[in-house]
């Protein structure tokens, strides 16, 4: 065999080969997975209460109460009283450099060490801590703060906004600097650093297999729910009415007592009566009702029906916790929370309370904590507090309960 000869045998091959790998590939079941890539965001919220401020020795660094999870590495704020102000600063403390931080604090020499990071109680010159945070994450890439200094009557004196690299953690990064020329102290008595701290990490990948079988159980769910519906739809296989308004339901009893325990105890007492297979509704509206019995039949509410105004939406909810469809009731609650507003919070608060949803009023609750200002300054929060005493005394404990926590808006 010559080379020419040689040559063109070993390209044959090697398409040939190439050929046989693509067959090979295409053979091959596909991959069912994918890949979510997020950026972790986690957040603290802490307070820094220094009493007898003017007391403060200048130029003496003050460092507060580590915050740490890790024992090789944490985190700490440090001030520095000047003259006419003061200064706040973040700085890492690793193991090699820990034992030579001093600590100082701004009320009697006779305060040995730092306060530990527990509870919620407001310490003379400790640090209240809500979350304990590990900087020894060498994954960390961005700290944010946010600290308000606020006096002994919790007016906001100083606004200070900070971010910085974390690439370096011998590095000490200024928060923000104060300065005057009046005679008279800033702040004489105490001083309050309320403080918000984010941290923001690598972004993390996660690869996430897909579950085929569930895929394909979900088509057939849809499937079952369209057969439903358009059951319902054209009355077939119905025994019983449900009288509502100027209407009747034709429904399928089997269904609706399979769906609602409520539907099955009123159906199954008709039927050993012997009275006619119909039922009389009198307190549901007719809308409701109809999007009820549809439910029942598909386990789903039409699109349309995501957009119904909010005593519709209300109306619905009253009707699944009637006849305890408790899916449907925690779906109308969703959607009542996404129609919220300040003027509705207080009502929300109420039917959820009278209906018994505690996960309800725990949003109604939270949704007022959040806009507290607004919300007590409204007409209807009046008219709430007149009619309903002890509940709004209960959603102001709430607030100032988690006020007091350090859970700040």
Request: hydrophobic letters at 35%; proline letters at 3%; charged letters at 25%.
């Amino acid at each position: 065999m010559n080379g020419h000869e040689e040559a063109h045998y070993s390209t044959s091959n090697l398409y040939k080969e190439k050929g046989a790998i693509a067959e090979a590939v295409n053979d091959l079941d596909p991959v069912d997975f994918f890949m979510v890539t997020g950026v972790p965001v986690e957040t603290y919220r802490f307070e820094w209460i220094l009493n007898q401020f003017h007391n403060l020795p200048t130029n003496m660094n003050l460092y507060s109460t580590e915050i740490c999870s890790q024992p090789s590495s944490c985190c700490k704020l440090k001030l520095i009283k000047y003259e006419n102000g003061f200064g706040l600063f973040h700085v890492y403390q690793t193991r090699n450099n820990r034992e030579k931080t001093t600590f100082s604090f701004a009320t009697t020499p006779s305060d040995p060490v730092p306060c530990p990071l527990s509870g919620f109680a407001h310490q003379k010159s400790q640090m209240s801590v809500v979350n304990n945070i590990s900087c020894d994450d060498p994954l960390s890439l961005v700290t944010e703060y946010q600290v308000s200094a606020v006096d002994k009557d919790r007016r906001e004196r100083i606004r200070w906004t900070a971010c910085f690299s974390n690439s370096n953690k011998d590095q000490c990064h200024t928060i923000g600097v104060y300065r005057n020329n009046l005679s008279k102290a800033f702040f004489d008595d105490v001083l309050i650093l309320q403080c918000c701290m984010k941290v923001t990490k690598m972004p993390e990948t996660e690869t996430l297999t897909l579950d085929t079988e569930c895929s394909l159980e979900s088509q057939s769910l849809k499937k079952l729910s369209q057969d439903l519906k358009a059951m319902y739809q054209n009355s077939m296989n119905t025994d019983f009415t449900l009288e509502v308004e100027t209407e009747e339901i034709r429904v399928n009893g089997s269904i609706l007592s399979a769906r609602s325990s409520v539907f099955k105890k009123m159906l199954h007492h008709d039927k050993e009566q012997h009275s006619p297979c119909s039922v009389a509704i009198t307190d549901v509206p007719l809308s409701a009702m109809k999007r009820l019995v549809e439910f029942l039949y598909t386990g789903a509410v039409e699109e349309a029906a995501k957009d119904i105004p909010f005593q519709e939406v209300y109306d619905l909810y009253y009707a699944a916790d009637k006849y305890d469809v408790m899916d449907l009731r925690k779906m109308c609650g969703t959607t009542l929370m996404s129609k919220a507003s300040v003027d509705m919070a207080s009502q929300i608060l109420l039917w959820a309370d009278r209906h018994n949803d505690a996960d309800l009023k725990l949003q109604a609750l939270n949704f007022i904590r959040l806009n507290f200002e607004t919300v007590v300054d409204t007409e209807a929060w009046r008219c709430f507090t007149d009619n309903e005493t002890k509940l709004a005394i209960e959603a102001l404990n709430f607030c100032a309960h988690k006020f007091k926590a350090g859970e700040y808006k």
